[in-house]
């Protein structure tokens, strides 16, 4: 047990009365609330069980997604702004994604993963009269607020959903409240910019913060057919 906060996670300066830190909870570098932070998350995060084993180390589709690879390690480097890295369907987004969670989480960082579909799904749940809950699960507003403070983000598949002004709200808050914030986010979407409600749109290319980024490795369940890179390239003119 941390001899300082004594197991507690915090503790309080012995300081008189009257002094900036008199009765303030201090964080205890001893780490063990960044552990409950990232247990915390890890709870809440929508990692499928293919993507559980997704590392950098068994990345195997590097001749046309090496920007996109070096890219998300280099975010694990250094996680500071965003990095949004587009493509088409099935070509190494999301192993690139959980692959980051992983290397993050590793170091201890605080970092939620969410698949977008799965996210709209629960959101739609919860507000659902007729669906039944654990009266212990994370409320609505409790998970939303996780991910929308999460220290760093992964949002998944972005534009895998249907489209409707409820989902495009939702997207939008949770966009504007992480730019706002600055806080640091990687998204994947198989979606030009331009085809996300305008918005959003602006925030996935803020050139302040977002490093926009093309996949261009074709999709591995149609091996052979090449993508068509001129189109992939219009993701960085939007």
Same mark, same amino acid.
């Given at each position: 047990?941390?001899?300082?906060? /004594?197991?507690? &996670? !915090?503790?309080?300066?012995? $300081?008189?009365?009257?002094?900036?830190?008199?009765?303030? #909870?201090? /964080?205890?570098?001893?780490?063990? =609330?960044?552990?409950?932070?990232?247990?915390?998350?890890?709870?809440i995060s929508s990692l499928r069980p293919e993507l559980q084993k997704c590392r950098f180390e068994n990345f195997q589709r590097m001749e046309a997604a090496g920007e996109a690879?070096? +890219?998300?390690? /280099?975010?694990?480097?250094? #996680?500071? &702004?965003?990095?949004?890295? *587009?493509?088409? #369907?099935?070509?190494?987004? %999301?192993?690139?994604?959980?692959?980051?969670?992983?290397?993050?989480?590793?170091?201890?960082?605080?970092?939620? !993963? $969410?698949?977008? =579909?799965d996210l709209l799904d629960y959101l739609r749940q919860a507000f659902d009269p007729g669906v039944s809950r654990d009266d212990h699960a994370p409320g609505f507003q409790d998970r939303f607020a +996780?991910?929308?403070?999460?220290?760093?983000?992964?949002?998944?598949? =972005? &534009?895998? @959903?249907?489209p409707t002004a409820w989902s495009e709200e939702k997207l939008y808050a949770l966009l504007? @409240?992480?730019? /706002?914030?600055?806080?640091?986010?990687?998204?994947?979407?198989? *979606?030009? #910019?331009?085809?996300?409600?305008?918005? $959003? +749109? %602006?925030r996935l290319t803020n050139r302040l913060i977002a490093r926009v980024v093309v996949n261009r490795a074709p999709d591995y369940r149609q091996q052979g057919e090449r993508v068509d890179e001129s189109a992939l390239d219009e993701h960085n003119k939007e």
């Open positions: 047990m941390c001899p300082r906060c /004594e197991g507690f &996670g !915090f503790y309080s300066r012995g $300081v008189p009365f009257g002094h900036p830190d008199f009765a303030k #909870p201090i /964080e205890c570098p001893c780490g063990i =609330v960044a552990r409950r932070r990232l247990e915390a998350l890890g709870a690879f070096n +890219a998300a390690k /280099e975010f694990v480097r250094k #996680p500071e &702004g965003w990095l949004v890295v *587009l493509g088409p #369907p099935g070509n190494g987004k %999301s192993h690139l994604a959980a692959a980051t969670y992983h290397a993050l989480a590793a170091k201890g960082i605080a970092t939620a !993963f $969410v698949n977008f =579909v +996780a991910f929308r403070n999460a220290q760093v983000l992964i949002l998944d598949d =972005v &534009g895998a @959903h249907s504007n @409240h992480r730019t /706002e914030s600055r806080l640091p986010t990687l998204i994947t979407s198989n *979606l030009r #910019p331009s085809a996300f409600e305008r918005r $959003v +749109a %602006s």
